[in-house]
């Protein structure tokens, strides 16, 4: 009889670096050092001395939250 063993997959993180931030929101990479610093985007996680990167996931629950707001603002607009 064969035991079963399952195995999960460790949680992989993805991360972001600046220039990719700027790619994907089109924003300036000083808009989105002012953002993180005034508490309103996600804070960055120092890898390295030279290395900064944003998590993935709460960057795009940001985003979401960000177009959410947004298209609830939008339909109080339409009368």
Same mark, same amino acid.
């Given at each position: ?28 990479? /000083?808009? %989105?050092? @002012?953002?993180? *610093?005034? =508490? ?24 979401? /939250?960000? %177009?959410? @707001?947004?298209? *609830?603002? =939008? ?5």
């Amino acid at each position: 009889m064969e035991d079963s063993i399952k195995y999960s997959k460790p949680n992989s993180t993805q991360f972001y670096r600046l220039s990719q931030l700027k790619a994907r929101l089109n924003v300036s990479g /000083s808009s %989105i050092w @002012a953002w993180a *610093k005034a =508490g309103k985007f996600p804070k960055p996680i120092k890898l390295s001395e030279n290395t900064t990167v944003w998590d993935a996931a709460e960057v795009e629950e940001w985003a979401q /939250s960000r %177009i959410s @707001a947004s298209q *609830k603002s =939008g339909d109080q607009n339409e009368d």
